[in-house]
């Protein structure tokens, strides 16, 4: 089943900036980080930056927002390929969790650590984001474990998201090992639910 588009192409400058953006971020903090060190690790001139983001905050918020947006279209796309397989679905929503809980670790520390930074208009549409990509988790939950309540099945998305966000404090074991240990973790906390 393919879940998404691969994309192929170079990445575009803005994707570039917003690549090194979050990296530094998330290892310096968003006030440790000039424009102009951001400009130097794409190699372009800080106010070149200006030419495509009018500052940190919009790259913040690009970041941020982005990432949110595409959990929640990834995660709409699986639900519309698993033709109503329900346990394809888990499997599927636990597999694109995993690749990006693995692929986008800046963005995991920089949201734990700079969310709050954002303006009130963005941190609500993240948020409302998030919710939105939650209640899809928790909707495939509630059906393949019907005799688990609402707020169980919640906490258990909660502490699943949890256990696969720990990526960025985690040894890293390479990528397959470590993406089949957080595949039978998350299973397995899902599985405790009909035990």
């Given amino acids: 089943m393919t879940t998404s588009p691969t994309r192929t192409d170079a990445p575009t400058r803005r ?14 903090g968003f006030h440790g980080v000039g424009v102009d060190e951001i400009g130097a690790a794409v190699g372009i ?8 983001f009018p500052g940190k905050d919009a790259m913040l918020a690009e970041l941020l927002v982005g990432i949110s947006e595409r959990l929640l279209d990834g995660g709409r796309l699986r ?12 499997a ?4 694109g969790h995993i690749d990006f809980a693995l692929d986008d670790r800046p963005l995991i520390t920089l949201h734990d650590r700079e969310l ?5 208009e963005d941190r609500k549409r993240v948020r ?23 707020s169980e099945s919640r906490t258990a998305v909660h502490a699943v998201f949890g256990l696969l966000n720990s990526t960025p404090h985690l040894a890293a074991l390479g990528r397959r090992p470590m993406e089949d240990l957080l595949r039978r973790l998350a299973h397995g906390a899902f599985g405790a639910l009909g035990a």
């Fill in 116 to 120: 709050d930074r954002l303006k009130d």
């Fill in 128 to 150: 409302q984001l998030q919710r939105q990509y939650v209640e899809l988790w928790v909707a495939v939950v509630r059906e393949l474990y019907p005799d688990t309540g609402e």
């Fill in 15 to 28: 994707e570039q900036i917003l690549k090194e953006a979050a990296r530094l971020f998330a290892e310096r």
């Fill in 45 to 52: 001139s800080g106010p070149g930056l200006y030419r495509h």
């Fill in 92 to 95: 599927s929503l636990i597999d």
């Fill in 79 to 90: 639900a519309a390929e698993s033709d109503g397989d329900p346990r394809a679905l888990l």
